[in-house]
């Protein structure tokens, strides 16, 4: 399910943690390192300077990272979510799946690729899972290929 306008989808919550990193790396990351730096500085010659060298690394870290979020908010759209997508998995829905193999279930939450955090219980929209159950409802099977083999699923839950 690419996105051929090149916008971002994000759900509210994913919208918030992209500007709230962004904040934070603006306004305490960048004050923290160019301490660092400057404290390194302070030591003498930089030539040989192994904390300088960490500082300035860490540096354009950050800097790189924050191109990279202007770029992806600059991108975002929020997701809206219709009426159908309350008994049709979207984007944003929290659906329950049942594993047919295991007989165990287990509930998530799908996101786009940026907000995707599988210890959050949130897969991505593109992963195999997250493509398999897009636009299908509660009571319908589907059958999951991915490298470790195949999985069986029932939807058994839609929010």
Do not use: C
Request: no cysteine.
């Amino acid at each position: 399910m690419e996105n051929p306008s090149n916008e971002l989808l994000l759900t509210k919550d994913g919208l918030e943690k992209l500007e709230n990193e962004l904040n934070h790396l603006r306004t305490v990351k960048r004050k923290e390192v160019a301490a660092r730096i400057k404290e390194a500085i302070s030591f003498g010659d930089i030539t040989d300077n192994s904390e300088y060298e960490d500082a300035k690394n860490e540096q354009a870290f950050i800097e790189g990272r924050i191109i990279t979020l202007e770029k992806m908010l600059r991108r975002a759209r929020l997701l809206e979510k219709d009426a159908s997508s309350d008994y049709q998995i979207s984007l944003g829905s929290t659906v329950v799946l049942k594993d047919l193999n295991l007989d165990k279930e287990y509930e998530y939450t799908i996101v786009s690729t940026a907000e995707a955090d599988p210890t959050e219980k949130k897969i991505s929209n593109e992963s195999p899972v997250g493509k398999a159950i897009l636009g299908l409802t509660v009571g319908d099977q589907v059958e999951v290929k991915v490298p470790a083999g195949n999985f069986n699923y029932r939807i058994e839950g839609i929010s």
